[in-house]
């Protein structure tokens, strides 16, 4: 199972969310209002049950799947995150914990509002199976975005 978990102001019809609807039609793209427990109660029922999830989160949603995938490692084969919101605060009640989960980050070093700099050893120090994209981007992705192979990385 494919979920995309969308950032903390956007929608399942923000930009990427339309996108992977488009093109990778076996994505489950739900919306996630409220806070961060509300959005990880509404991810955890979602995912009840499932085996083999491939978790893709961007910004807040990245910070979300990282938590599940935390919580939940056996049932995760595989995220891909987009300048996570490791930098939040609310990750820190996670620091120190690890997964091995594979996992593909891709960030833009003009990011200003999950800088690399910050997010990319955090990520470091909780994945043990990191690969890590920079990108000549901002925190959006605009232009990495659709320039990734998720067709290969996602296949229907």
Not at 112 to 125: L, Q
Request: some cysteine; overall charge neutral; proline content about 8%.
């Amino acid at each position: 199972m494919k979920i995309f978990i969308h950032g903390l102001e956007s929608t399942s019809k923000g930009t990427k969310g339309k996108w992977f609807s488009k093109h990778i039609p076996d994505i489950r793209i739900p919306d996630f209002p409220g806070s961060l427990d509300e959005r990880m109660t509404k991810l955890n029922d979602l995912l009840a049950g499932q085996e083999n999830i491939v978790l893709v989160g961007s910004s807040f949603g990245g910070l979300m799947a990282t938590i599940y995938a935390l919580e939940n490692e056996g049932r995760v084969s595989e995220m891909f995150l987009l300048a996570p919101a490791l930098n939040f605060p609310d990750f820190s009640r996670y620091s120190g914990r690890k997964t091995g989960v594979p996992t593909q980050l891709f960030i833009g070093r003009q990011d200003d509002i999950c800088p690399p700099d910050t997010v990319i050893p955090r990520a470091r120090e909780t994945f043990t199976n990191l690969t890590v994209h920079k990108s000549d981007d901002d925190h959006p992705l605009r232009n990495t975005f659709p320039n990734i192979d998720w067709k290969g990385l996602l296949p229907v």
